[in-house]
T-cell receptor
């Protein structure tokens, strides 16, 4: 059974203080690791998809990396508007319906 | 970017009544749609996978007779919560997978259901 574990559960940063969020996964046949941002009361907003170890993707202050066991979401010089819950999800070959299996998320708060 | 809409965005209903939630992919075709529920401060839990023109596949523990799913077209899936009870109160989110780009999953804005 696929497992996705995110850490930390919550993270508080000062504006400009860079950090990383972790997503550890155990799947049989990774078919994609996804990062989403979710604001309170809204649906997840797509950020990145990574497929193979060593792959990296960047978008503004965010950079996602992938190894065979985990993914990191690096946030460089965050701003208060980066405050949100960041969700990691995996798609695997064990799931014939191709649904994404989500971790519990990391709640990020960036203070001025 | 691709857009998925949900209607209604929030609904309050009385215990014992049924509520229908619509999920539409606005600018792409979605052979497969997914329904999730999310309790406060928790992650998304998959309820069922909806395939156009066929029966939905439900996750273990999700009652198919209580949560009726219909995916009648490539752009519309509906979730009907039948005989709703207060414990069904939750945030329901749909996701649509782009038929032409199967690696793309887009999420709706969610529907807040409150059963009184």
């Amino acid at each position: 059974e696929d497992q996705v574990t995110q850490s930390p559960e919550a993270l508080r940063l000062q504006e400009g203080e860079s950090s990383s969020l972790n997503c550890s996964y155990t799947v049989s046949g990774l078919r994609g690791l996804f990062w989403y941002r979710q604001d309170p009361g809204k649906g997840p907003e797509f950020l990145f998809t990574l497929y193979s170890a060593g792959e990296e993707k960047e978008k503004e202050r965010l950079k996602a990396t992938l190894t065979k066991k985990e993914s990191f979401l690096h946030i460089t010089a965050p701003k208060p508007e980066d405050s949100a819950t960041y969700l990691c999800a995996v798609r695997s070959s064990s799931n014939s319906g191709y649904a994404l299996n989500f971790g519990k998320g990391t709640s990020l708060l960036v203070t001025p | 970017g691709a857009v998925v809409s949900q209607h209604p965005s929030w609904v309050i209903c009385k215990s014992g009544t049924s509520v229908k939630i619509e999920c539409r992919s606005l600018d792409f075709q979605a052979t497969t749609m997914f329904w999730y529920r999310q309790f406060p401060k928790q992650s998304l839990m998959l309820m069922a996978t909806s395939n156009e023109g066929s029966k939905a596949t439900y996750e273990q523990g999700v009652e198919k007779d209580k949560f009726l799913i219909n995916h009648a077209s490539l752009t519309l899936s509906t979730l009907t919560v039948t005989s709703a009870h207060p414990e069904d109160s939750s945030f329901y989110i749909c996701s649509a997978r782009n038929t032409l780009n199967s690696a793309s999953y887009y999420f709706g804005p969610g529907t807040r259901l409150t059963v009184t």
